[in-house]
């Protein structure tokens, strides 16, 4: 490999491809997907994690060795194949690290040795456990069983096992226990596993703590309770667990990853990779979980510094690459405390997103939200709500864990105090502050500002309560924490806020409120139903100026949508009054308890995800196809159902009215009494396809175009109609996609800008449809990027049209060499022409003209492959965008 080679993998990303690892798709899988890769024009791979997880695991965050490579996927040596492979067709690695939280599990090394001996373990310190948490007395609890402790030990599911690799252990609920050694004194007797009579021995041992026995019950009773950890319900978690889960998950374990000794364990593999340049960046998995965020990555920016200059060759880029999975609130920006690269993109994903919606929607679609809802509330109110209820049934622990802290500083009644602290949990804006040591700072003062305000006006008729919010002020931030216990009521409420956020939010919120669903997405606030042109010109400037190195995404394995169901709804926000008239038949219908208003709430929400995601080109005739489509909805709705928590819940999953809605979706298949019902999907589907086509390749070009770094979601070249995970998970058929592209390039030397995606007649009408274009789009746009790498590091100006017309543009350049023109708003009005192509109707854009940057004479729109007719430096939008709204221009260098 020459120097020359080995130097383009060291500046920052310009592309990556996110590619989910498990057994079913291994480091080799890809290797041979590599020529792909590097034809579809990205710059990196961008791998979820690789570290030993849990076996079976299907997306790597339930690491059980953060110190060895996973072999499911194939091991270290597979991965070294990958990243040598990668080296030789111009590709680089990205690792998805997870230094948050472990896997619970018996695989996992260090809980295994924690289990055994308790606070004694070397690595009792590595999780955060409270070894002082009444009525444990010192243990851990363990809630993994289905059922109470005693029932469990009653039917048997807990008993006494023996085997080779593990030795005298318990095993609960199929799962193994250690056993304590000072507790297995005098229970062995004569018994010695290595003698001629262990055989018998070890019968008689099985026997005398068989459950099903009364006597044996007893002694395997005393048994655990000589442990170091106590078997409990899972059902217990919420009130009693005494260690930081991620979220409420109790299979996940929090790490205390700010010690020193911990930090050096869980980064010791990414580490050596990056040193030896088998990869060239990382992105942090949930970075708000960890007890010192800020400090924690200029630690980790440090160690990639030092490790980056003994990599071979050359030296890494500096600073290296970093980037956190971070949701922003709007308004909110990483500021310069930060020492990362940027986000993982669900800010843009947020903001493109709201770009394509239509104000002019919200007002209808709401009213009819609220009255079927019978619920007039703005979003916040929902979120409000919601996070009160996880304060009461989920984070009943984490909660009090903070009241105690506060309740040691700040003299009050402990009810009044927690009134008071309810009502700032309630009205927090953001994910969490960030003081670490010192007060808080300007940007932390700002969002805690504004839920002081709020919860003065929850409180103003408590005037005990309202009293406590500038102690509360105080001790949480407002001056720097004085003593330990200040200390530990500050990290107590920031690691509180983060999962009571996304909780209440994205797994509760986003499955109850349903004014559009295309609004409900991972880093959107519902609240902020439609961005204004202007005001996504802004947010790109201040991405371009203070994270220019982010990711820009619009799927990842996390959303709640795939890309392409949301830029689909997205259309109804135009329509609105077309949409409610076509659906309000199928509401009208006696659908399961459609007396009961969040019934009929939720009713709307399964059918505007029915269109949603309605495959492409499938007939409501075909009777496999929409069985398959069915399936996929069913996992979906018994999911939306459990988070929704209001049908049915996962700690109380109502199986009867889960299957009333089950029953109704079988009910619409062909031959079924409701099968109408999609049949009118489908002609609704065909009305909405122009405009959804269009929305998603104008999403696709601006994620390409804007100030940051393109992210693709694995198979999401194609149109992407998945649904929240494990569908947005399932496999993608990459030869198909690398067959697709070669056809749109016209074989193996073909030139991903000739392909000219937006060419008249260059597709048939399928294409369109299928996602074959939006393939071709996405390479054409990533080799323009590889060709004229300045102009996408340079400026972003924002252009201005001049003139009448009826359409929004969205027009900016990107340093004087490309200009992106695009037309939003207005893909209701789109229809599909004689040839099949998108197509908005003449005189959409009256006559608006745009001046290009730099008065240079020449310039080519990338996509279609013509010459842009401009006179004087400006030139007439109908001349671009007579068809489907979107160009691409280029400058021409001669």
Same mark, same amino acid.
């Not at 996609?737 to 060419?759: F, K, T, V």
């Given at each position: ?346 800010? &843009?994903?947020?903001?493109? $997103?709201? %770009? /394509?919606?239509?104000? +002019?929607?919200?007002? *209808?679609?709401?009213? =009819?939200?609220? !009255? ?22 989920? &984070?009943?622990?984490?909660? $009090?864990? %903070? /009241?105690?802290?506060? +309740?040691?500083?700040? *003299?009050?009644?402990? =009810?009044?105090? !927690? ?476």
């Amino acid at each position: 490999m020459s120097k020359t080679q080995y130097r383009q993998t060291l500046s920052p990303p310009s592309a990556t491809l996110r590619l989910q690892l498990h057994a079913g798709y291994t480091f080799d899988d890809a290797r041979t997907d590599l020529p792909y890769f590097r034809r579809l024009g990205v710059s990196h791979l961008y791998l979820s994690p690789v570290t030993q997880a849990r076996a079976g695991s299907t997306h790597g965050y339930d690491v059980v060795d953060h110190q060895s490579v996973d072999h499911e996927r194939g091991g270290e040596a597979a991965l070294r194949r990958l990243a040598v492979e990668a080296r030789r067709a111009g590709l680089g690695l990205l690792l998805d690290i997870v230094p948050n939280h472990m896997a619970a599990d018996p695989a996992n090394a260090w809980w295994w040795d924690v289990l055994k001996q308790g606070a004694a373990s070397p690595w009792a310190g590595w999780f955060d456990i409270d070894w002082e948490a009444p009525r444990l007395c010192g243990k851990v609890l363990a809630p993994f069983l289905g059922q109470a402790y005693a029932a469990a030990l009653r039917a048997g599911e807990i008993r006494l096992d023996f085997n080779k690799e593990l030795g005298l252990h318990v095993v609960a609920q199929g799962r193994p226990w250690p056993l304590a050694a000072e507790s297995l004194s005098g229970l062995q007797g004569d018994w010695n596993p290595g003698s001629s009579q262990h055989p018998a021995a070890l019968k008689h041992l099985l026997t005398e703590h068989d459950p099903l026995r009364p006597q044996g019950r007893r002694r395997l009773h005393q048994l655990l309770l000589r442990q170091h950890y106590q078997l409990a319900c899972w059902q217990e978690a919420a009130r009693h667990i005494n260690w930081r889960r991620f979220f409420e998950v109790n299979e996940l374990i929090g790490v205390c990853v700010e010690r020193a000794d911990v930090f050096q364990a869980v980064h010791a593999l990414p580490l050596r990779l990056y040193a030896e340049g088998l990869i060239d960046g990382l992105r942090i998995d949930h970075v708000d979980g960890l007890a010192q965020p800020l400090a924690y990555c200029e630690r980790l920016r440090a160690a990639m510094r030092a490790a980056g200059a003994q990599r071979p060759v050359a030296p890494a880029a500096d600073p290296p690459w970093l980037v956190v999975e971070k949701i922003l609130a709007p308004g909110e920006t990483l500021d310069a405390r930060w020492a990362v690269s940027g986000t993982t993109g669900y800010d &843009f994903a947020a903001d493109v $997103g709201a %770009l /394509l919606h239509d104000a +002019t929607g919200e007002r *209808p679609l709401f009213k =009819a939200w609220a !009255g079927l809802s019978h619920d007039r509330r703005p979003p916040s109110a929902w979120l409000t709500q919601a996070r009160q209820e996880m304060l009461n049934r989920h &984070f009943i622990v984490e909660r $009090g864990r %903070l /009241l105690d802290a506060l +309740t040691a500083l700040i *003299p009050a009644p402990r =009810a009044v105090l !927690g009134k008071a602290l309810d009502a700032l949990l309630r009205h927090y804006p953001t994910y969490r502050s960030y003081v670490e040591g010192a007060g808080r700072a300007l940007p932390d003062q700002r969002w805690f500002g504004r839920a002081l305000q709020q919860a003065a006006i929850d409180l103003a008729g408590d005037t005990a309560a309202l009293k406590l919010l500038p102690a509360l002020d105080q001790q949480l931030g407002g001056r720097p924490p004085q003593s330990s216990q200040a200390r530990r009521a500050v990290q107590c409420f920031q690691q509180l806020t983060p999962p009571l956020a996304a909780k209440s939010l994205e797994d509760t919120v986003f499955y109850r409120y349903g004014c559009l669903l295309s609004r409900n997405e991972v880093g959107s606030d519902p609240s902020e139903f439609s961005l204004p042109v202007q005001a996504f010109h802004k947010r790109n400037r201040v991405r371009a100026a203070g994270a220019p190195y982010s990711l820009l995404a619009t799927a990842t394995h996390d959303h709640k949508r795939g890309e392409d169901t949301r830029a689909r709804l997205a259309v109804l926000s135009e329509i609105p009054h077309e949409w409610l008239q076509i659906c309000r038949p199928w509401l009208d219908d006696p659908s399961p308890g459609a007396d009961r208003s969040a019934r009929a709430a939720f009713h709307y929400m399964l059918l505007q995800t029915v269109v949603g995601a309605w495959p492409p080109g499938l007939s409501a005739a075909d009777a496999a196809g929409v069985q398959a489509f069915l399936d996929r909805l069913g996992a979906w709705l018994l999911k939306a159902m459990r988070e929704g928590k209001q049908l049915s819940s996962w700690t109380q999953p109502d199986v009867e009215e889960e299957a009333l809605w089950l029953s109704y979706l079988a009910s619409l298949a062909p031959g079924q009494p409701r099968h109408a019902v999609l049949s009118a999907v489908e002609a609704l589907v065909l009305r909405l396809e122009p405009g959804a086509i269009a929305n998603g390749l104008i999403q696709t070009a601006l994620r390409i175009s804007c100030p940051g770094i393109p992210d693709l979601y694995q198979g999401t070249e194609w149109r992407d109609f998945s649904l929240v995970d494990p569908d947005n998970r399932r496999p993608v058929d990459f030869q198909a996609r690398a067959r697709s592209l070669e056809q749109a390039w016209g074989g193996q030397n073909g030139d991903p800008q000739g392909c000219r995606p937006l060419a008249v007649g260059r597709w048939p009408a399928q294409a369109w449809v299928d996602g074959r274009v939006k393939q071709a789009l996405i390479a054409a746009l990533l080799s323009l990027r590889s060709a004229c790498p300045e102009a996408f590091s340079g400026d972003y100006a924002v252009l201005r049209p001049e003139g009448g017309g009826t359409g929004q543009l969205l027009a900016f350049s990107r340093g004087e060499e490309v200009v992106v023109l695009a037309g939003v708003k207005c893909a209701a009005r789109l229809r599909f022409d004689a040839k099949g192509v998108p197509a908005l109707p003449a005189g959409s854009w009256g006559d608006s003209t745009l001046e290009l940057p730099g008065h240079h004479p020449g310039w080519r729109d990338v996509l279609r492959g013509t010459v842009v007719p401009a006179s004087q430096g400006r030139l007439r939008v109908a001349d671009l965008l007579a068809g489907l709204p979107l160009a691409v221009l280029q400058r021409d260098q001669g």
